[in-house]
Each structure stands twice: as structure tokens, then as C-alpha cells.
């Protein structure tokens, strides 16, 4: 059976994806031609909330967290978080919500990482094997790239992520770029 272009075997979901991105262990299936345009828009918001409630703890712990007067910021280092609560200085939940903001503020910075890489390979036209392996076989303008993954109606797309509102492109069939040798 041939395998349409573009698209790659996975062995963890023991299936044939259409413009294979990479698979996610998050989401527990393969980036590809249907859902990347959710993935991408996921992690942006995953990115903008995270960056909300970073703000908004760091708000909370410059208010509440005791060391923070005596000790500035050296007192978010954990070292000296997990020292404080050993000493009692500080009480588990501030040890808690310290921790809970590390973890935020990674997730943060992971979701924009993931955020910038899609935008790359989007507006190349590329998925990430592509990208890796020097492949540049399929061309099509930025626009195209755009709308190949987001759809007519891409702006709408960003607010009201829906499968309603279509690709261009069926998966399968790609315009492929003859370079002049």
C-alpha cells in the first residue's frame, strides 16, 4: 500500500499520520495535518495562562512570603526555599506555592518554545522530520502555508478553535517545489 506524501508511520499510535509533526505525550496522539492548528493555538494559550497566573503569584508572594522582605529574590532559589521550610521559617504551602511557580514558569517558557517552533515550521511549509533533515520538496507561499493549517477563516480560528471552519488542502496532495540545477 503506498503511504501519501508527507505522512509518517507512528509506532505508538500504530498509525499512518497525514504531515506527521511529531508525537504528543501530553495529548497522547500525533501532531499532523488535522490537528496542528489546535496544537499550536493550545500552547499558546497554555503560554498566555501561565504567564497570568506567574504574574499573579509573584503578586501574591511579594506580598505574603516572609523572606522575600529580608532576603529579596535570592529567597525563590531553591536551596534556600527548601532550607527555610526545614527551619520553619517558611510553612509547606509557601514551599508549595514557591515550587508551584517554578513549574509555571517552565510550562510558560515550554509552551512559547513550542508556540515559536509550529510558527516556524508553518510559515516554511515543513513539518519538523522536513525541518531536521534538510528536506525542501514541498513549497508553497506563506499564505498558503497559513491557511494550509488554520484555515480560511484563521483570525476567527484563534478565538473560536472549531473544526468547522476548514483547511485548504486535503492532506495528501502538495505542490512540490522543482529547484533549478
Known sequence: MM??????????CKACILKRDHHCFFAGCCVGFHNQ??????CL??????FYVWTFMSY?????YEPLQTWGYLS???????YFWMFGIISLSSLGLVTFQYFICVAGLS?????????YLIVCGQTRYECVKGIHVYKGTVRENILSVFGPLWVIGFF???PFLGYYGDGKNWHEWQSKV
Open 160 to 162: 473560536f478553535p472549531v
Open 60 to 64: 501574591y508572594l511579594s506580598e505574603h
Open 45 to 50: 494559550y497554555a503560554g498566555v495562562a501561565s
Open 111 to 119: 509552551c512559547f518554545y513550542f508556540v515559536i517552533i509550529q510558527m
Open 37 to 42: 492548528r489546535y496544537f499550536t493555538i493550545f
Open 76 to 82: 525563590y532559589l531553591p536551596p534556600l526555599v527548601l
Open 3 to 12: 503511504a501519501p506524501p508527507r505522512s509518517k508511520h507512528c509506532p505508538l
